[in-house]
């Protein structure tokens, strides 16, 4: 499976961004797709998630009523909808496949992308 994603950028903060992530290759499975993002000098977090199907999301308690996931099969991508940026947000973004159900950790997920830079500035 390979994983590109896209949409990042400069924004202020306050701003809107909507990141893609465009699936490819071996896509039959069911896979759940995570957002992650990492701040210079910081670990890799977790953002959100959603299942297969769609009709599961989770998201850190950092970007929960901010921040939503939502996907389209049909064109095998997932989208990460991010309003009311703060600066805090800065970082760069990586979506990633997984077929397990933990959706927190990285270690679970198989597949990653090359990561989009978001940049709120104050």
């Known amino acids: 499976v390979q994983l590109q994603a896209s949409g990042g950028g400069l924004v202020q903060a306050g701003g809107s961004l909507r990141l893609s992530c465009a699936a490819s290759?071996?896509?039959?499975?069911?896979?759940?797709l995570g957002w992650f993002r990492q701040a210079p000098g910081k670990e890799r977090k977790f953002v959100a998630a959603?299942?297969?199907?769609?009709?599961?999301?989770s998201y850190a308690d950092s970007v929960k009523g901010r921040f939503t996931i939502s996907r389209d099969n049909t064109k095998n991508t997932v989208y990460l909808q991010m309003n009311s940026l703060k600066p805090e947000d800065t970082a760069v973004y990586y979506c990633a496949v997984t077929l397990r159900d933990n959706w927190y950790a990285m270690f679970e997920y198989d597949y990653w992308g090359q990561g989009t830079q978001v940049t709120v500035s104050s």
């Open positions: 290759g071996r896509t039959g499975s069911s896979y759940a």
């Open positions: 959603i299942s297969w199907s769609g009709g599961s999301t």
